[in-house]
């Protein structure tokens, strides 16, 4: 009573599949699509720092001039030649000098945005100070939206630094971010495209100097008795013989010996072979733009903004150098005055930079032949505190 499932079946048409016209164009787009590196705090210090040659020259020259310029503190009388602000960062730690300590933090905030400084103290003045990973670091914002506490992860384990109404254990100094209220952007975020093209060109050059520094070429092959391709193990014994005899550098001038109807073919240089150089040049200027080098101080040709390498170190320090020193030193002053209870300034001491003492010699200059300024007037435009008492106005 089944012979009705072993009839044939009439042909019955196929049902008509609906596909969009572009499904086969986007298929094939994604092999051409554009590969950034991560954007996360980690991945690009990692390739923007420890594997960029320009990026870690950059942070390192910001953050070793930064760290080494004099500082001077002082309030509204008075310029002390020593106070226990000063004791403590000639040596913050067991560990670090005023120095380390201070090139840490501007490579933190130069690499992250972000520079955070642990107090070690009870009520009174930090007895030690230490430089945090910013990587670590979390803030736990309160009702208000101001942080209420700082958290420091390692190794999964946490520690909260609660944030008290008269002070913080953590003095948190942080670039400007235009979209984010709690934390910096750094300017290793704005050159991260162009980081990631340097990288790429300087994989490009290895994969070149691997190949003897010399393009490719192809290999033709002109078979007799019109047979047009290879067999399967001619294939492969071909592919194997020149990965093993014929590429890689120690291979570089090897002669190449062809049977059975083979020839080789070299290629030369397309012109996009030759802007490699170029675009890698232009990737390490945009690097140093981002990070306010100029370029003719990190060695980069072809840039010829600056006259002399005198005038790039001028502008080097009065562009990027003072304006990120000087806000880091207000910035530590004003938390470290909450604990001492009294508000101090500190500042780098400008003239005693070498890279700045034509313009100083010409201010210098300039407010003493001022006659119709008073003392205390020139003082001020000196950056000099007011005159104490028992000097002459």
């Not at 942070?59 to 004791?87: C, F, G, N, S, W």
């Not at 802007?275 to 060695?299: C, D, H, N, W, Y």
């Not at 005038?311 to 909450?338: G, I, K, Q």
Request: with cysteine; charged share 25%; proline share 7%.
């Amino acid at each position: 009573m089944f012979d009705f499932l072993n009839r044939a079946k009439p042909d019955v048409p196929a049902a008509e599949v609906k596909a969009s016209a572009t499904g086969r164009v986007m298929a094939m787009q994604g092999a051409g699509r554009v590969v950034w590196s991560p954007r996360d705090v980690t991945s690009l210090t990692r390739a923007g720092f420890t594997g960029n040659p320009i990026g870690f020259r950059a942070v390192k020259l910001i953050a070793e001039a930064a760290a080494a310029l004099p500082l001077v503190l002082q309030d509204a009388e008075r310029r002390y030649e020593m106070h226990p602000v000063q004791t403590l960062l000639a040596r913050p730690n067991s560990g670090q000098g005023r120095a380390e300590l201070l090139e840490a933090l501007f490579g933190q905030i130069l690499l992250t945005g972000n520079g955070y400084l642990e107090a070690v103290a009870d009520e009174d003045l930090p007895v030690e100070l230490h430089v945090l990973r910013s990587d670590r670091m979390s803030i736990v914002p309160g009702p208000d939206g101001w942080p209420a506490a700082y958290e420091y992860n390692v190794g999964g384990r946490k520690h909260r630094f609660a944030v008290s109404p008269d002070h913080s254990p953590i003095c948190h100094i942080k670039s400007f971010h235009p979209q984010d209220d709690h934390y910096g952007f750094s300017p290793l975020q704005a050159a991260a495209s162009a980081i990631d093209v340097h990288n790429a060109a300087s994989r490009w050059s290895k994969a070149l100097l691997d190949n003897a520094a010399r393009p490719s070429g192809a290999i033709v092959y002109r078979g007799a008795d019109g047979q047009a391709s290879l067999s399967a193990d001619q294939y492969d014994r071909l592919l194997g013989e020149m990965e093993t005899q014929h590429q890689g550098a120690r291979n570089a001038g090897r002669p190449m010996l062809l049977e059975g109807g083979l020839d080789w073919k070299p290629m030369g240089f397309s012109p996009s072979d030759m802007e490699f150089q170029k675009t890698k040049e232009a990737a390490a200027r945009e690097i140093s733009v981002a990070f306010g080098v100029p370029p003719m101080l990190l060695g980069i040709p072809g840039d010829a903004t600056y006259a002399n390498y005198q005038e790039a170190n001028r502008a080097f320090y009065r562009l990027t150098v003072l304006p990120l020193a000087t806000r880091v030193a207000s910035a530590l002053a004003d938390w470290l005055s909450d604990y001492h209870g009294e508000q101090v300034q500190l500042r780098p001491d400008l003239d005693q930079i070498p890279a700045l003492s034509v313009e100083r010699d010409a201010q210098w200059r300039r407010v003493s032949e001022a006659a119709f300024l008073t003392d205390a007037e020139k003082r001020n435009l000196l950056g000099l505190p007011a005159l104490e008492a028992g000097d002459e106005r």
